[in-house]
């Protein structure tokens, strides 16, 4: 710009630190929408975390360079920017959340139309700029990321539980199958009698046999068989 007056200045300053700022920027063109539609749209859009804007496209031409944002064939016709900032709440706005939104809008005011945008610093086309409604939310995207993560590791807890449990029946069924726990014997009482004697305990005397007897009653009884003899011999004679 040649000379450009202070109030346009400002302007391209102001589209140039949102643009940088933002985390997403979607163009829409607004021919047709009147102004109750528009306010009704702002709130939509606000909830959603995302502020609308009106610029000549001129400014937002030279905001754009200035930001390194090539967006000159988005730049057609009356042109409206939705900057996806923040929430009412202060929580980060999302480019999905506010894609929705522009969306639902559309469907009941077709003058709205979705021309294109910018996520990060890639510029998207009308088709990819659309597409983003389609997508999940952040914050279910998130959810279920952390289900992903989650998950492995409440079965790998469950594993660990499980494997003390898991022994403690596995050693149940051996033991019954084995008929119960052996009993542990019982350690013998010290026998006093069988104790061993010691060399000051006198020895028991021998009992004599019966044959040893009846050996030394043999010769009485051939003693009184001679005297018998003996006494028989006179008797004949006479």
Known sequence: MENPRP????VVDEVSRKLTAA????LTEYRGLDVAALATLRRALRDAGGEYKVYKNTLVR??????????????TGPTAITFVTERPDGTPGDAVTVAKALRDFARTNPSLIIKGGVLGDKVLGAD???ALADVAPREELLA?????????????AGLLQALPRNLAYGLKALIDEKGGVPAEAEPAAPAEAAAPATDDTPA?????EPAAEAA????A??????????????????
């Open 128 to 130: 990819q700029a659309r």
């Open 7 to 10: 109030e346009k200045v400002a």
């Open 23 to 26: 985390d997403a920027v979607l």
């Open 62 to 75: 030279f905001a754009a360079s200035n930001a390194g944002l090539a967006v000159d064939d988005l730049l």
């Open 204 to 208: 028991p005397e021998a009992t004599p």
């Open 216 to 219: 030394d009653d043999t010769p």
């Open 221 to 238: 009884a051939e003693a009184t068989d001679d005297t018998a003899a003996a006494a028989a011999e006179p008797t004949q004679e006479s």
């Open 144 to 156: 279920r990321l952390a289900g992903g993560i989650a998950a492995p590791m409440v079965q790998l």
